[in-house]
């Protein structure tokens, strides 16, 4: 960045691969308005190797949410092999679906991380709204803006 600025990178973010981290710096800069100030993709890739981005095979222990939802992935990654292996399933769409699973799994384990915000417009992203139960008051929290519920 010009000037020696800096950008601080969560450890968070440091369990991503060089090119997720890539994508979320570039993501990041696009929401801030700031797409135009993005370094070189070769530089910025540099310098977020420098910084060791680590990868760790299990993040059950980080986060059993995720932990769970990831155990999920692999499930539908087996269901769409069987699936296609008992001839239920094209070869191209069992491709589709892989291709599919790989962008939820990844998404999953990396921009939902960075986006969940303990008040967030985007019921998804909204930790007060997804933590509380509007069937029990006691487990419920009133959340600052509404959201409509689709059952």
């Known amino acids: 960045m010009d000037g020696g600025s800096t950008m601080t990178m969560p450890n968070l973010v440091r369990l991503q691969t060089i090119d997720e981290v890539y994508r ?9 308005g700031q797409a135009d100030n993005a370094l070189k ?3 910025a890739k540099y310098i977020i190797n420098l910084v060791a981005p680590t990868r760790r095979k299990n993040l059950t222990c980080v ?4 932990g769970d939802g990831l155990k999920a992935f ?8 069987e699936l296609t292996k008992a001839g239920l399933v094209t070869k191209y769409i069992s ?20 986006h969940i ?3 967030s417009p985007c019921a998804e992203h909204c930790a007060t709204f997804a933590l509380s139960d509007p ?3 006691e487990f419920a929290t009133k959340c600052s803006l509404s959201y409509s519920i689709i059952s």
């Open 24 to 32: 979320m710096y570039l993501m990041h800069l696009q929401e801030e």
């Open 74 to 81: 692999d499930e539908l990654f087996e269901m769409v092999h």
């Open 41 to 43: 993709e070769t530089q």
């Open 135 to 137: 069937n029990r008051p």
């Open 63 to 66: 986060d059993e949410k995720i």
């Open 95 to 114: 491709t589709s679906l892989i291709k599919n699973l790989q962008s939820g799994r990844a998404y999953l384990r990396g921009d939902y991380k960075v």
């Open 117 to 119: 915000k303990l008040h």
